[in-house]
């Protein structure tokens, strides 16, 4: 049974049993290599895809928010522009207002010097009483800003002595020129300098001033006419101008 028939060749090395079953898993093998190469590479090629829209995404958010950016900073300086321009225009139109309020003051006229009169004019009007007892009484109404602290007052007056109605000084015995008073500088009696606070251009007041706001108890010796201690004096002083 172990004989060999006579004739009979042994088949090819290439045929041998299980030899095309080996080939063709060879060949699936390759294929499959190359399949994972192709998809390796289209794989490659979406990641680079999505890695470029990713980056030009970025960009253009990058270049819009720059771009908010400028514009925000374009409508803030718009804004500080506006309000500055606006700031200036309401300045400029103060300063118009008071300009033309200050043109519109009336001066009054200070005429030839006339003698002022011996006695103080008689008054109808009630005096306010100030609580440190200075009195006034506003005789004629004048315009424009009142005077404060500070303020440069050009006045014309005529002092007379309380108790004998004897004139001790006036303005139109000097020639009839005003005379400047800076308030808040002390540089008149207290009871002059407070009882000019408020007056207006082209004013004219009556102060009654007590000793203790005038010259006290030691009086003044300067002038023609001196004035007594304890010593209440009277002025009418007309406000040529208020700065």
Known sequence: ????????????????????QQDRSQRLARRRRRQQKVLSVIVAIFLIVIASIGIWQYQRYTDDQ????SQHEAATVGVQNAHASATAQTQNVHATQ???????????????PTPAPDKPPTVDKQPTTLPDGLQYIDLTEGGGVPATD??????????????????????????????????GQGQVIKG?????VG?????????????????????????K???????????????VSVK
Do not use: C
């Open 98 to 112: 008071t300009a033309q309020v200050l043109a519109a003051t009336p001066t009054p006229v200070v005429g030839t």
């Open 66 to 69: 720059a771009q908010i950016a």
């Open 192 to 196: 002059f300098e407070e009882g000019l």
């Open 225 to 239: 006419v001196p004035i007594p201690p304890d010593a209440t004096l009277i002025f009418d002083v007309t406000a």
């Open 1 to 20: 049974m172990t004989q060999t028939m006579k004739g009979q060749t042994p088949p090819p090395s290439g045929n041998r049993p299980g030899q095309r």
């Open 199 to 223: 007056i207006r251009s082209g004013s004219t007041r009556r102060l009654i001033i007590p000793p203790a706001l005038a010259y006290g108890s030691q009086g003044a010796s300067q002038g």
């Open 150 to 183: 500070g303020s440069t007052v050009s006045i014309i007056y005529t002092g007379w002595l309380q108790s004998s109605g004897q004139k001790f000084d006036s303005s139109y015995d000097h020639d009839g020129q005003p005379f400047s008073v800076t308030l």
